[in-house]
């Protein structure tokens, strides 16, 4: 493979390597995978135990049911063994290589379900990851069995990606059209088209953009007006620069990640809780303002400077914290939300400042009506989900309230609103409408407001700001089905 890999990019004069699907990770997911004789020789050793002989597909159960973790770590090192092969043969005839992320899934469900360590991949050599940026198409296909839209996933997916791989460049790849799998977003959701860019590319990791780049999916038959177009919207998603992010930030502890993989894939289907990935999607389904991630590394380096630093912030199943990280939160002097599994063995959403504690309540869980491993990344995992969607508003109404520059006033179930300091006193805001008709959002900003400019084409008439007490502004505007608004505001 890599001896006919390097003459096809010398005879073409390509410049580098683009691991699509099916290359940067398997097509098929474990329970539907290799299950070969030779794979079983290779496992056997990994494990050090003889496996029994049993007919295959007897086999396939057998190990999804006795060793479904050790499956996916085994798969993850032979994967990320032949891309360490491949990575150094190009980089020695001066070729980049870039990975497909594995079907737009967080770091987690890659692992999981697939087998796919982006960590190990990202030490390989590579130089980065494609992650799709594919919401708007998999709306158009009908292809969601959550109540959190496509884009609420993709958007918990990047902010995980990135603060998984805080130095490993990250680029989305834009579907836009694709002739051959016949959809085309730019034409027929342009709406989701712009929601999706100026989503993606407004989120952070450690106070620096995810996302490094972009590259346009397919790029045939596009008319130079729909390319001023696509120009126009990813320049406006990418512009501005951040001073500050007055919101809750997502901590991300290193070692949070293994121990949280360990025991939910040593748990059966029916006893997964949820992950983190779908407790953030969940939260930002409800309304969450959560553009953010910050691990724990970058925490230590701006107090071991001497920074003054203590930002709200997240704690996603407290009870897989590393002992370092817990010691690091006891101390912390800023405000904390807890959600999900705690030492204890309960499930509490709770958030502290300090000594203060300013909500609690259990979580309780409701069981999946899914039996089994589903074979496609279309579909959710087996885990239990959150019985009670209304603790999720409240303990999301709370955190907001707390932490957030920016928040919903009404409309709440639909409108999903962030903001990033770009200056004194200037503030850019996002406000995203999970609604199918036009919704006239109404926005509460900490601040009082003396200017608002839309940044987007909508809304077309000028955005109405109203006094709302000592220091807080309401601003009034209509934003299109499912469509997003950047408005500039300016406080006195």
């Known amino acids: ?77 032979e994967h990320a063994a032949f891309w360490k092969k491949t990575s150094e043969a190009l980089k020695k005839k001066g070729f980049f290589c870039i990975l497909n992320t594995c079907w737009t899934r967080d770091p987690f469900e890659a692992l999981f379900r697939y087998g796919i360590d982006y960590r190990l991949l990202a030490e390989c050599g590579i130089d980065g990851f494609f992650a799709e940026a594919s919401s708007a198409v998999l709306e158009l296909e009908g292809w969601n069995d959550t109540e959190s839209s496509c884009i609420e996933k993709c958007q918990s997916m990047l902010l995980l990606l990135k603060g998984t791989l805080p130095e490993t460049k990250i680029r989305l790849l834009g579907c836009i059209k694709d002739g051959m799998e016949q959809y085309n977003a730019l034409r027929h959701a342009p709406c989701r088209m712009r929601t999706e860019a100026y989503t993606l590319y407004n989120l952070f990791c450690n106070g620096r953009r995810c996302a490094d780049g972009i590259l346009e999916c397919l790029g045939d038959g596009i008319t130079s007006g729909e390319w001023h177009m696509i120009d126009t919207i990813r320049l406006l998603a990418a512009d501005g620069e951040v001073f500050h992010l007055p919101c809750a930030h997502v901590f991300l502890d290193e070692k949070s990640f293994d121990n949280e993989f360990h025991f939910y894939a040593s748990c059966a289907g029916k006893d997964r809780t949820s992950s983190s990935f779908t407790l953030l999607h969940t939260l930002i389904h409800s309304g969450a303002v959560l553009p953010s991630v910050i691990t724990f590394r970058e925490m230590k380096k701006r107090k071991n ?100 520059f920016v928040l919903p006033e009404k409309e709440k179930e639909f409108l999903r609103v962030w903001s990033v300091r770009c200056g004194k006193n200037k503030y850019r805001i996002f406000a995203r409408s999970e609604k199918g008709f036009y919704l006239d959002s109404v926005i509460r900003l900490k601040g009082s407001v003396c200017s608002c400019t839309a940044l987007t084409e909508e809304p077309s008439r000028p955005v109405r700001i109203v006094e709302d007490g000592k220091n807080t502004s309401l601003l009034y505007a209509r934003i299109p089905p499912y469509g997003t608004i950047i408005l500039s505001c300016e406080t006195r």
């Open 1 to 77: 493979f890599i001896r006919q890999l390097l003459r096809f990019l010398e005879d073409y004069h390509f410049d580098a390597f683009h691991g699509c699907d099916g290359f940067g990770h398997p097509r098929y997911a474990l329970c539907d995978g290799d299950f070969s004789e030779e794979m079983l020789t290779k496992f056997s050793a990994y494990i050090g135990k003889e496996l029994p002989e049993l007919p295959h597909p007897q086999m396939a159960e057998y190990i999804l049911s006795t060793y479904r973790k050790q499956w996916s770590l085994f798969y993850a090192s």
């Open 305 to 404: 400077s001497g920074e003054f630093f203590s930002p709200p912030l997240l704690i996603l199943h407290p009870a897989f914290l590393s002992e370092e990280a817990k010691s690091f939160l006891a101390e912390y002097p800023g405000l904390v939300a807890f959600f999900g599994l705690m030492e204890n063995g309960k499930s509490i959403a709770r958030i502290r400042r300090k000594d203060e504690l300013l909500f609690e309540e259990e979580i309780q869980w409701r069981n999946s009506e899914k039996t089994g491993e589903e074979p496609s990344w279309l579909w959710k995992l087996q885990e239990k989900d959150i019985a009670d969607s209304s603790l999720c508003r409240h303990f999301v109404e709370k955190l907001n309230q707390e932490s957030s």
